[in-house]
Every structure is written in structure tokens, then in C-alpha cells.
């Protein structure tokens, strides 16, 4: 092929630009008025079997602001990082093409997780990747992240990442003129209250500031050509977060609000400025949409446990640039099933009905499974993936994939299982397992972090393997109290790097550990 045909056929996959496009097993949203373009990656998509026309989704970019150091709790460490990222929908295999903005040739790209994808291959200067099912993955370009050390000491370039979310079709979405369908457009103020079932977010780019009022027994949908700044919150009534759905494949944003440390007025209390937050939430959902730039906890759906009344949150997308941008905290009733967290702070807070099928994600500060809100009781965590767990310093006592931190109190662990999860980093930051009843030296002082009366016992970790050990060589951690004991804890099939766990001598444990098994 000809330098004349190659450039023939990029003009052919790349020009093709329209409002809306769907065939029978693609639905793709190529414009969004208002909203920033990424300047790093372009990307066009068509259905494999049938060889359709290519389509350009529009590729969305989420920033971490740069040069604030520290302002509105941003990490300097990521200053001018950015992550590229599309929604599409599909029923059926599909091909992206991916190609660098600048115009120059990509040299490397690699899918995590792995797994997910049939293909990736250069050709031409591009990335093309095959997927036959809905998944959400990140391609790595030119080995930005893949080779080389992101974590502890990184002064290098800022790194600008690529993630394809790849959605299963909306079925019976809504449309606009349907009954009980309230509209708003672009500079409408949204409406709070009505005679109305479902909130439609018009395509566009819209404002509802801090705490956007929710209700009970309404819908709010952000489709994908809708991007929507603010958040949203039931303003702590309780018996006003029961049948409430917020779906879409749209785009919450968190990028004009401040960090609670920095509005004026100092909020009275933080949890305005989480994305969603909602209490009493009681047979309630939040699906598919995309929360970036995060200014507090990204979702909160609270409640106590009650199986009749499940929460759900489904193919969820998220991205957090900054401190106490933790990602889902299923507290009670919630199931998390089939998202992508990438966060500064904490991923996920074990608890809830359960957790399956979630892509996980750290550049800087939190853990992957925060285990200090461990229920004693059922509850499985299954089929996950750990594609990056990158860290910004040592000496603390979170930044960790399974991680007790000396917080709370009373027996827990009984019946949980983590079961079938692949880490998949070449080079995470810190040891993979730090818990620890207690702070513990260097990590963090133990006057400062004491977990109260309690054991942790009866946890199942199974078919675990974990490609890499500390870069840092930190060793990993059980560390129990007297009144806090870590025992009758199995590792059946766990291993880093190859070698399996074995026995307690793997661990830097003390006399409060006991009665474990390996297998």
C-alpha cells in the first residue's frame, strides 16, 4: 500500500462526523455542543461482521487542573494529566480505531484489562482494537503507563491515558416528547419539582450547581451526548431516596466545583459536594453514566442493610483527580456491578450486597478494597480487575489493594470472599496487602490509628494472582491488637508474581495473627 493510499484510508475512518448514528448493534454520539474535545486522541468505531461505516464518537477529556499545588486538593503529582474517554453502545463485536491528534504514529498500545479485548494491533500509525462484548477498558499508548514507575518519585511529562467505554444498548430509553418526559435544555434551569416522572437532560452542556435536588420516585436521565456540571443530592431526607434512577450514558461532572476545603461559604457539611449523594436510598439505581473530576466522594447511596430494598449501580465510569475523591462507598444495600473506578483516594469501601465484574484503578493516594467498613456477613467480591494500583508516597497507612487501616470497631469479616480478581500492573507502587489493626511504624503512628474491640476473622481470599510485587519492595502487612485479632483468615490460590502464597511467613505479622490457612 502507498503512502497515498494509507493517508486515503485515515481521511476514510477519521472524517466521518455525525449528530447521532445507530445501527442494529452500535449507537454512537459523535457531537456534544459545548463540551471539550480531547487534544490528545481521536477515535472512530464501526461494527465488525457487517463492516459498517466508520462513526466518531466524541472523545470527552477529563484534566487534573495544572500547576495548582494543592489548591482545591489537587495533586501536584498530576498536574497536567488527562484522560481521553468515550461512551458508545453496542450488542455486537465491534472495531476501534484510535489515532493521536497530533498526528503523530502511535508505537505502542496495549488493553487492560487484557482479557476484554480480542485484538490490539498497530497499523499505519494507529491502534485498532477488537472487542466482541460490552466492557470498559483503557489502552495504554506508547507504554506511558506500562513502562515505566508513575508512582513514588515520578518527575516525568504528564501522562494522557485512553479509556473506551463500551456499553451495553439502552433498552426502552426515553425520548423526549414521551409522557411524563420534562425536558431541559442547555441554560434552562433545571427543574427540582413537577409533574413530571423523568428529568431528560437535552444534548448540550448543563449547569445545575451544588446539590441539585432529587426525589423520590423520579428518573434523571444524562444521555450520551449530554454533559451535566454540579451535583446531586436528596439533602439528607431519608424518606425521600427510595425509587429514584439516575441512567444515561452521559457525563456528571465535577470540574467547576470547589473542594469543600475551599468554597465560600465553607459548606456545613462536605457531602453536598459528592456527585450524587442519597440517603434512605431504598430500591434506587444509578446507571452508566460517567462521573468526572470528582470534588468529594464520588456516590453515596446509604442506608442500612435491607436485601428487599437493594441499591444497584451498574456500568458506571469514574474518575477523581483529587483528595477524598473516592469512588463508591455501597454502604448497606449496595450492589456494584460492571464499573470502572479510577481514583486519587479510595476506590471502594467493602460493604454492601456485593461487588462483581469492576475494573479498578489508582494513580496517587487510595486503595483499591478499604476493608475497615467489613461487614460480618456474607458478601462476595468477585471477578474484578486491578489494572493499575500506583501510589504517591510509602509512609502512610492507605494506598494499598486490600487495606485495613486501624478504623472502627467490633468483629468483622465473617463470610466475605474475594474470589477470581487479576492484578494486572507491571509495577505497583506498595505491598498488596496492608491490615492492620493499628497504625503501625513507618506506615503511620499507632496512637494516631487504633481500631477498636473487635476480630477480623472468617475472610476468604481465592484465585488471587497478582503479576508484581511492590516496586518498593515494601513487604505486605498483618498486624493485629489484643483486643483486635486478625485469625482464621484462608489464602487458597493467591499468588504475586508467580509464587504462591504459602504461609504466614510471607507477611510481616506479630503475635495477634493466628489460624490461618493456605492452600
Known amino acids: 500500500m502507498n503512502k497515498a493510499m494509507v493517508a486515503c484510508l485515515v481521511m476514510t475512518v477519521f472524517s466521518f462526523d455525525i449528530m447521532v448514528a445507530q445501527e442494529e448493534t452500535l449507537v454512537v454520539y459523535s457531537n456534544v455542543p459545548g463540551a471539550e ?49 468515550i461512551n458508545i453502545e453496542m450488542s455486537g463485536p465491534v472495531e476501534i480505531a484510535i ?67 463500551a456499553n451495553p444498548v439502552i433498552e ?45 420516585n423520579k428518573n434523571y436521565y444524562i444521555p450520551g451526548d449530554a454533559m451535566v456540571h454540579g451535583t446531586m443530592s436528596n439533602h439528607g431526607q431519608w424518606n425521600d431516596g427510595n425509587n429514584i434512577r439516575i441512567f444515561g450514558y452521559g457525563v456528571l461532572s465535577g470540574s ?25 436510598a431504598a430500591n434506587t439505581t444509578v446507571e452508566g453514566i460517567t462521573l468526572v473530576d470528582s470534588a468529594y466522594h464520588s456516590l453515596m447511596l446509604v442506608n442500612a442493610y435491607k436485601p428487599e430494598s437493594p441499591t444497584d449501580m451498574r456500568w458506571l ?57 467489613l461487614p460480618n456477613r456474607k458478601i462476595v467480591v468477585e ?14 497507612s492507605g494506598g494499598r489493594l486490600f487495606n485495613m487501616r486501624g478504623e472502627g470497631e467490633g468483629q468483622c469479616g465473617q463470610g466475605v470472599v474475594f474470589r477470581n480478581i487479576q492484578v494486572e500492573d507491571p509495577r505497583p507502587t506498595l505491598q498488596h496487602f496492608m491490615i492492620a489493626m493499628q497504625g503501625l511504624q513507618p506506615y503511620s503512628d499507632p496512637s494516631q490509628r487504633q481500631r477498636g474491640a473487635g476480630d477480623l476473622s472468617g475472610i476468604l481470599f481465592q484465585n488471587i494472582e497478582i503479576a508484581a510485587p ?22 487458597d490460590n493467591v499468588s504475586i508474581g508467580g509464587k504462591k502464597i504459602k504461609s504466614l511467613n510471607h507477611f510481616k505479622h506479630n503475635e495477634h495473627v493466628r489460624d490461618f490457612t493456605f492452600k
Open 470 to 491: 511492590s516496586v518498593l519492595g515494601e513487604p505486605d502487612v498483618l498486624w493485629g491488637t489484643a483486643n483486635a485479632r486478625i485469625m482464621n483468615l484462608t489464602f
Open 172 to 216: 426502552n430509553r426515553p425520548r423526549p416528547d414521551d409522557p411524563n418526559v420534562k425536558t431541559v435544555r442547555p441554560g434552562e434551569v433545571a427543574p427540582s419539582e413537577g409533574n413530571w416522572k423523568t428529568l431528560y437532560f437535552m444534548p448540550g452542556v448543563h449547569d445545575i450547581g451544588v446539590g441539585f435536588p432529587v426525589h423520590a
Open 256 to 280: 467547576r466545583i470547589p473542594h469543600p476545603d475551599f468554597a465560600s461559604p465553607k459548606p456545613k457539611e462536605a457531602k453536598q459536594h459528592d456527585p450524587i449523594h442519597i440517603v434512605g
Open 99 to 165: 489515532r493521536k491528534v497530533n498526528g503523530k504514529p502511535i508505537r505502542k498500545a496495549a488493553v487492560h484489562p487484557g482479557r476484554k479485548a480480542r485484538s490490539c494491533i498497530l497499523r499505519d500509525g494507529n491502534a485498532y482494537v477488537i472487542i466482541e462484548e460490552p466492557c470498559l477498558i483503557a489502552v495504554d499508548i506508547d507504554g506511558q503507563m506500562d513502562d515505566q514507575d508513575t508512582g513514588k518519585g515520578y518527575r516525568g511529562p504528564p501522562i494522557h491515558t485512553l479509556t473506551i467505554f
Open 37 to 85: 474535545a480531547s487534544d490528545q486522541y481521536e477515535l472512530a468505531v464501526r461494527t465488525l461482521e457487517t463492516k459498517g461505516p466508520w462513526l466518531r464518537p466524541f472523545a470527552f477529556v477529563t484534566r487534573c487542573k495544572e500547576g495548582i499545588k494543592g489548591k482545591n486538593n489537587y495533586f501536584p503529582h498530576l498536574s497536567g494529566w488527562s484522560n481521553t474517554f
Open 383 to 396: 471477578d474484578c480487575d486491578v489494572i493499575y494500583a500506583r501510589a504517591g508516597w510509602n509512609h502512610w
Open 317 to 373: 465510569k469514574i474518575f477523581t483527580w483529587r483528595a477524598n475523591g473516592d469512588g463508591i462507598n455501597p454502604f448497606g444495600n449496595g450492589l456494584i456491578e460492571d464499573c470502572f473506578i479510577r481514583t486519587q483516594d479510595d476506590c471502594t469501601y467493602v460493604n454492601g450486597r456485593g461487588i462483581r465484574r469492576v475494573t479498578y484503578w489508582n494513580d496517587y493516594n487510595g486503595s483499591t478494597f478499604v476493608l475497615s467498613a
